[in-house]
């Protein structure tokens, strides 16, 4: 026998996620009444769902493990596209208030450009300019959203 | 005849000035946002929802579907074009529809999709008026147990049709039902897994999930591929196709019409499957089968009107029965929640005229869809010369904008960010998403039809059995559920699903 003893290792983190997330919804359930089938009170029906999402967890995992199973390895994560996308949304929504739509645009579009392997400050920065205006036109002038235009300075 | 009084309520909404604007807005944008690769409808609703907000209920229903449709039509625009299909349901047109578009029949491929699309869309509105009336009376009989059985069909059969392993796809069904029960316990008013933040008193929001997950990290995986757009540089010239491309296009127009029809009213069907479903039919009758895949014009006829069928009786369940059946549809549940619309059986007898309003407006959008596209065609194209660098952080900009002004707060979207790295986990997992979405709409609704249905039997929970009609959605549950253990159909389905 050669390999890892996990065979399909993408179908095995599968399982683990599921197997996760019903630990911790019924741990948590476990704070809320369960009453009875007639009457349910509010910890029944994620017990219930938690105790499903378990069973269809391990069947998963030991599916991965089965000598019939596909080997499959995981994928490898691309680290940096994840954290410069998510933490240019994350930084739009702390930056909203203290620097009003613009100033928080202008972080979003540059913070997240970085994401591209082809990344250039002055293509980045022309496509902020357009972004920008083309936003502020429609979603302040336009549709009237509420939104927070000038920095907190101001108001 | 009601059905042809009700049309005529319908259309007199849908052909206000007002109306006919929105929904060439909505026709417009949806297709504007379509064509980009790697945007299906989900993400262009999702993005362009704000836009609705202001608007009267009916406007804002009918400027949705506008999008919705102008989506699908976008996708296959770029499925023809340049290969590169706008959503999912576009996927087998760009099998022959580009390899029409490579011979230079590029704009007869675009001509014969925008008539079958038309064809489709005209036939599946009139099933949708026709069975509202029958199927809404059917759901004023359904009780808890009965609404319970049915959503856990529709649950089951979504998983069925997704891609990847079934058991899979049921395992995202409970983990999306589990992220629902997050919020105020209906019945009791209990505070669950909510650990003291108010903004998660009211629940898990769809839209926030939907952008995280099909939005930010579907960005991020494409962000790893590199994006080459293999364009057709010729002007797309001679519309018009000729007497014998008719010929072999109106009897696969005609069966992947009544295909799609069919296919759309299933839950977990629509678009998707029905295009796939309509493709391998036109491959089987075909008389010249070699040609498939090099061009052959019932691959394009076929697959567009199954796609634009199903796409539009896809609404019936919802509109009728309240269940949305795939993740668009879910979609619209939110769409009609801003507006303080509860889809289900009572939308049509509180509120005919957006009821069928809503439905004439489908017709009206596929016409308008019909004139406004071909000409525009070359608009289209030029905007898949943008490279992906200056794209994705405007769709980011638009996504971050729809998810912020749900509650006009920023909560929502640190969750929008917080589901980006769930989503890219997913992915990278190869589970799918939409199953997930689905068990988060329908978790609440589910739990308080059993609720409900457990407390009118006292606790006895063989209920669901011994009422013949949840008996036999459930029986239909677990015969496909069996149907697709079996090795065979297995095999046959994984042919099917992959893309």
């Known amino acids: ?155 | 005849m009601d059905l042809f009084h009700n049309l005529a309520l319908g259309f007199s909404t849908a052909a206000q000035p007002a109306n006919l604007l929105y929904a060439f807005f909505g026709c417009l944008l949806g297709t504007l946002i379509g064509v980009l690769p790697g945007l299906g409808p989900l993400a262009t609703i999702a993005m362009l929802l704000p836009i609705t907000y202001a608007l009267p209920p009916d406007a804002a229903l009918i400027m949705l579907a506008g999008i919705y449709y102008g989506a699908q039509y976008g996708g296959s625009t770029t499925a023809i074009v340049v290969n590169l299909p706008g959503e999912s349901s576009s996927v087998v047109t760009t099998i022959d529809g580009y390899q029409m578009a490579k011979q230079g029949r590029a704009g007869v491929a675009l001509s014969t999709a925008a008539i079958g699309s038309f064809f489709a869309g005209c036939v599946a509105t009139l099933a949708l008026a026709a069975l509202a009336g029958p199927l809404t009376a059917a759901a004023l009989l359904f009780g808890p147990k009965e609404f319970f059985a049915l959503m856990i069909l529709g649950l089951i059969l979504a998983s069925v049709l997704s891609s990847g392993p079934f058991i899979e796809g049921i395992g995202m069904v409970a983990l999306g039902m589990l992220l629902s029960l997050v919020g105020t316990d209906l019945s009791t008013g209990t505070q669950r897994f909510a650990f003291g933040i108010p903004q998660l008193f009211d629940g898990l929001d769809f839209v926030p999930m939907a952008m995280g997950i099909f939005g930010f990290a579907e960005i991020v995986k494409n962000l790893e591929q590199d994006d080459k757009l293999s364009l057709v540089t010729q002007k797309i010239a001679n519309l018009f196709p000729t007497r014998e491309d008719f010929r072999r296009m109106i009897p696969a127009i005609l069966r992947g019409t009544a295909l799609g029809t069919l296919l759309g009213v299933l839950p977990g069907g629509g678009a998707v499957l029905s295009s796939f479903a309509s493709y391998t039919l036109e491959k089987k009758l075909s008389k010249y089968p070699e040609q498939f895949g090099k061009g052959a014009i019932e691959g394009v006829a076929g697959p567009e009107s199954a796609n634009n069928a199903g796409a539009q009786t896809s609404f019936i369940p919802l509109l009728t029965l309240g269940v949305p059946s795939n993740v668009v549809m879910a979609l619209m549940v939110g769409a009609m929640n801003i507006h303080n619309i509860q889809p289900g059986p009572q939308v049509m007898t509180k509120n005919p005229t957006l009821f069928w309003g809503l439905i004439a407006s489908m017709w009206v959008g596929n016409l308008m869809l019909l004139i406004l596209n071909l000409p525009l065609v070359g608009l289209w194209v030029k905007l898949l010369t943008i490279p992906y660098r200056y794209l994705f952080p405007a769709i980011m900009v638009f996504c971050s904008i729809g998810v912020y002004s749900i509650n006009s707060g920023t909560f929502e979207v640190y969750e929008a960010a917080l589901f980006c790295v769930f989503g890219y986990l997913l992915i990278q997992l190869q589970l799918p998403a939409a199953p997930l979405l689905l068990g988060l709409v329908l978790g609440p609704a589910i739990e308080e039809n059993f609720r409900r249905a457990m407390v009118l039997s006292r606790g006895d929970a063989t209920v669901f059995l011994t009422s013949p009609l949840s008996a036999a959605l459930l029986a239909a549950a677990a015969i496909a559920v069996i149907l697709i253990m079996l090795p065979t159909i297995r095999t046959r389905r994984e042919e099917a699903l992959q893309e």
């Open chain 1, 1 to 155: 026998m050669t390999g890892p003893i996990i065979r399909d290792q993408r179908a095995f983190g599968s399982g683990a996620l599921f197997l996760a997330f019903a630990a911790f919804f019924f741990v948590t359930a476990l704070n809320y009444p369960s009453g009875t089938a007639a009457r349910m009170g509010p910890g029944y029906f994620p017990r219930l769902l938690a105790i499903v999402l378990a069973a269809i967890g391990l069947v998963v995992m030991l599916g991965a493990v089965r000598r019939t199973a596909e080997r499959q390895a995981l994928l490898k994560w691309d680290m940096k596209g994840l954290a410069w996308v998510t933490g240019s949304v994350a930084l739009f929504a702390l930056l909203l208030f203290p620097l009003g739509f613009a100033g928080a645009l202008f972080v979003l579009i540059m913070v997240s450009s970085r994401a591209s392997p082809e990344f250039t400050w002055k293509g980045a920065l022309a496509n902020a300019a357009i972004l920008i205006g083309l936003c502020l036109a429609v979603f302040v002038y336009g549709l009237g959203l509420q939104l927070p235009v000038w920095p907190a300075l101001f108001n």
